[in-house]
């Protein structure tokens, strides 16, 4: 079983920057894909971006060039860089992790709230 913990959300103006912090539990954190997913009011979940164990990295068209994911292995925790933050990035932000070779993400964080204001 692997907990997430996600820290950092907050309220920012437009274009302003936050820094989401997503730490796990467990031995095996280096092994596990990691995503950020957000949902907004009345709106469905979506991926905003992915990070495999590897290293590879899967965007969201509305977020590319201005969010930046990544992990460090050795804190056993994945970071989300957001930059140029607009309005419509308002929207309770999601850690998740799989093991590799899934489809579903399989672990989810309790989420944080990122409010950024016009």
């Known amino acids: 079983q692997v907990q997430l913990v996600e820290s950092g959300g907050g309220v920012v103006q437009a274009g302003g920057s936050l820094r989401l912090s997503c730490a796990t539990s467990g031995r095996t954190f280096s092994s596990y894909d990691m995503g950020w997913f957000r949902q907004a009011p009345g709106k469905q979940r979506e991926l905003v971006v992915g990070?495999?164990?590897?290293?590879?990295?899967n965007y969201a068209d509305s977020v590319k060039g201005r969010f930046t994911i990544s992990r460090d292995n050795a804190k056993n925790t994945v970071y989300l860089q957001m930059n140029s933050l607009k309005p419509e990035d308002t929207a309770v932000y999601y850690c998740a992790a799989r093991r590799a070779y899934r489809v579903q993400y399989e672990y989810w964080g309790q989420g944080t709230q990122v409010i950024v204001s016009s």
């Open positions: 990070i495999t164990s590897g290293g590879s990295t």
